[in-house]
C-alpha cells in the first residue's frame, strides 16, 4: 500500500494509555448497579447480565497468569476515526496477556458473524493500520444484529474458530445488541463473553460512565476546520451566505461543537427547536433576521450551520415525516406511479394539515422526503437537504421583505453537506489514545471474565497516564423506548442537554456572532508539536467536564 509521509512518520507513533494499564493490571469491582429507568423490566430481560458491578481497573505489582484465549472483533455501522486503533490496543491487550491469544476480525460488519465472512489479524495486518483513520481493515456494516437465529448462526463459527470472547465496536443500537447477544449466550452457556465499545462521531453515546464516543473529537475537527476555512474565504470576499448542513443522525452534538470552535454567524439546535415547538417558518424568519440585520451594516456574508437531523426536530415536519413513513409503507406500489404523479398522489392521501406543509416545501425537498427508506422504515435525512431548503425559503423572505422595504441587501446562497469528509480521517491525538485505550480495556475485561460490559475510559479531559480505564455494565445505561411500534430496551440517546455548559456556552454568544464577524479559523489537526496544539479534547469535553 502506498503512503504518505505522513501515514509513515504516523505509523511510528505509540499510542498513550492510562498508567494502570501499562503494567500489570488488577480489577477492582463496585457496588451492584441499577438501570437508568424501567429497572424492573430490564431485570426481567437480561437476568445474567443486570446488576453487574461497575469495574476499574489499577496497576499492582503482582504479576497474573491469562490462558491464551481467541477473541472476535466487529466494527458495527458507520466509520468513526480511530477504529483501527480500538483493534489495534485489543490485539496488544490480549498479546500481552498471553502471546498465544489469537484475533480474529468478521468483516463487513455483523452480517460477518452470522455469514461465517472472517480473517485471521495478524501482527503484519495489524501494524498496516496502526493510527489509520477508517475501518478498511475488516469493513463496516449496518446489518442489525438481533434475533436468535443470527445469534445461533454466530455461535457456530465462534465455537468452530475457538472463539471465547467478541468484542462489538459501535453506537447505541449496536451496543445494546451486543448486550442482548452477552445475555443469550450467558443464558445458554455458550461460553462467550460479549464487549462493547463506543463509537460514533455523532457523540450521542455518551452518559455519566461513558464520557464519549470516540470518532467525535477528530470528525468535528475535520468539519472545523473546513467550516474554517469557508468563514476565511466569505470574510475576504464578503458575498456569499454558507449554509452547511453537519452530520448528526439525530443529535446536533457535531453542529454545536463545530460552532464552538469557530463562532459563526448561526447555528440552529435542533434539540432546542423541539423544546420550543419552532415551525419551519420560525427557524427561516430567525435565519433571515440575521442576515437582514448583517446587511445593515454592508455584511452580505456569513455562515449557517444546520444540524442534519433538523427536520425531524421541527414538531411540524415530524408529523408531516411519520405520515409519510406509514403512507410510504402500506402503498409499496409508490414507486411505481409516474413521477409527474407523485406529488399529487401524495397530497391527496395527506391529513389537512400535513398536505399544506408538504405543498410549502420547494418540490426538491418534498421528493427528496418520498425517497427510499432505511431498513427501519424511517426517512434517510442524510439525504435530504435541508441547507437548501432553509436557504431557499430564506431567499423568499428576503425577497418579500425587500419589497415591503424593510431589507437592503443582496442575498446569495451556497450550499455544503459536511459528513462523509470526516469520517475516515486520520484520528487525532485524542482520538488515537482513547482509541487505543479503549481496545486495551476490552482486552482487560475479557482477560477478567466479564461479558455484557461496555470498555469504558474517564478522566478524558486530563492527560492519558491519568486517565480512568475500566468497564460499564451495559444494562445499567438502559431504558425502555419505542422504536418501530415496539417497546424495547435500548441504551439511552443521548441529544444535546439544553441545561448542560457546551450549550449554555453557545447561548451566552451566539448573539454576538450573529451580528459581529467572530469567526475563528481552527486550521488543520496536527498530530505533531505542541500539546495545546496537538492534545486538546473536544470543547464539549472539557465544557462538560467543567473545564
Ligand atoms: P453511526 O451512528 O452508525 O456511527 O453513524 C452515524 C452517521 O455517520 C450519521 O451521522 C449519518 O446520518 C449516518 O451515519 C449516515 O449513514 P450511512 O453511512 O449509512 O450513509
Avoid at 147 to 173: C, S, T, W
Wanted: glycine share 8%; hydrophobic share 40%; net charge negative.
Amino acid at each position: 500500500m502506498a503512503k504518505s509521509a505522513l501515514q509513515i512518520a504516523r505509523a511510528a507513533y505509540q499510542p498513550k494509555l492510562p498508567k494502570s494499564l501499562t503494567g500489570n493490571v488488577r480489577i477492582c469491582e463496585g457496588k451492584a448497579t441499577e438501570s437508568v429507568a424501567d429497572q424492573e423490566e430490564i431485570k426481567k430481560l437480561f437476568p445474567n447480565t443486570y446488576g453487574l458491578p461497575v469495574v476499574q481497573f489499577e496497576a499492582t505489582e503482582d504479576a497474573a497468569d491469562y490462558p491464551a484465549i481467541n477473541v472476535g472483533v466487529i466494527l458495527s455501522g458507520g466509520q468513526a476515526p480511530g477504529g483501527h486503533n480500538v483493534i489495534a490496543g485489543l490485539f496488544d491487550g490480549i498479546k500481552k496477556m498471553n502471546p498465544e491469544s489469537r484475533l480474529f476480525g468478521f468483516l463487513l460488519g455483523p452480517g460477518g458473524l452470522v455469514d461465517h465472512n472472517y480473517k485471521e489479524l495478524t501482527a503484519d495486518i495489524i501494524d498496516e493500520y496502526r493510527n489509520t483513520g477508517g475501518f478498511d481493515m475488516i469493513g463496516s456494516g449496518r446489518t442489525k444484529l438481533e434475533k436468535k437465529e443470527q445469534f445461533d448462526k454466530g455461535l457456530e463459527i465462534l465455537k468452530a474458530l475457538n472463539i471465547k470472547a467478541l468484542v462489538i465496536i459501535g453506537g447505541d443500537d449496536s451496543n445494546t445488541n451486543a448486550c442482548v447477544l452477552a445475555e443469550y449466550y450467558k443464558s445458554i452457556n455458550a461460553g462467550v463473553q460479549v464487549i462493547g465499545c463506543p463509537k460514533t462521531i455523532d457523540g450521542d453515546l455518551k452518559n455519566d460512565m461513558i464520557e464519549t464516543s470516540f470518532g467525535f473529537d477528530t470528525a468535528c475537527k475535520v468539519y472545523s476546520e473546513v467550516i474554517g476555512n469557508i468563514q476565511r474565504d466569505c470574510n475576504s470576499a464578503r458575498k456569499y451566505w454558507h449554509f452547511i448542513k453537519l452530520m448528526g443522525r439525530s443529535a446536533s452534538h457535531i453542529a454545536l461543537e463545530c460552532a464552538l470552535q469557530v463562532q459563526p454567524n448561526i447555528c440552529i439546535i435542533s434539540e432546542e427547536v423541539e423544546a420550543n415547538n419552532r415551525s419551519l417558518d420560525d427557524i427561516v424568519t430567525y435565519i433571515a433576521e440575521v442576515i437582514a440585520k448583517r446587511a445593515e451594516h454592508s455584511d452580505n456574508f456569513g455562515t449557517v450551520l444546520i444540524p442534519e437531523g433538523l427536520i425531524e426536530f421541527i414538531p411540524a415536519m415530524k408529523s408531516l415525516i411519520a405520515e409519510l413513513n406509514d403512507l410510504l409503507a402500506t402503498n409499496t406500489d409508490f414507486i411505481h406511479i409516474k413521477k409527474s404523479h407523485q406529488r399529487e398522489f401524495i397530497i391527496s392521501k395527506l391529513s389537512k394539515d400535513n398536505a399544506a406543509i408538504y405543498e410549502s416545501l420547494p418540490s426538491l425537498v418534498a421528493k427528496q422526503l418520498t425517497l427510499d427508506r432505511d431498513p427501519h422504515g424511517n426517512v434517510q435525512v442524510s439525504q435530504i437537504e435541508t441547507e437548501k431548503l432553509l436557504s431557499d425559503m430564506v431567499g423568499r423572505k428576503l425577497a418579500q421583505w425587500s419589497e415591503e422595504g424593510k431589507y437592503v441587501g443582496k442575498f446569495s446562497a451556497l450550499h455544503h453537506f459536511f459528513g462523509y469528509e470526516g469520517r475516515c480521517a486520520a484520528p487525532s491525538n485524542f482520538d488515537t489514545n482513547y482509541c487505543y485505550s479503549l481496545g486495551y480495556v476490552a482486552a482487560a475485561l475479557i482477560a477478567n471474565g466479564k461479558t455484557g460490559y461496555m470498555a469504558s475510559v474517564r478522566n478524558t479531559v486530563a492527560q492519558p497516564e491519568e486517565w480512568i480505564a475500566g468497564g460499564i455494565p451495559t444494562t445499567m445505561m438502559m431504558n425502555i423506548e419505542r422504536r418501530n411500534g415496539e417497546m424495547k430496551p435500548v441504551i439511552k440517546k443521548a441529544l444535546v442537554d439544553l441545561n448542560g455548559n457546551p450549550f449554555k456556552a453557545f447561548v451566552a454568544n451566539r448573539d454576538k456572532w450573529a451580528i459581529g464577524t467572530e469567526f475563528v479559523y481552527p486550521g488543520p489537526i496536527q498530530y505533531f508539536g505542541p500539546s495545546e496544539v496537538c492534545d486538546q479534547p473536544s470543547k464539549t469535553l472539557q465544557l462538560e467536564q467543567g473545564k
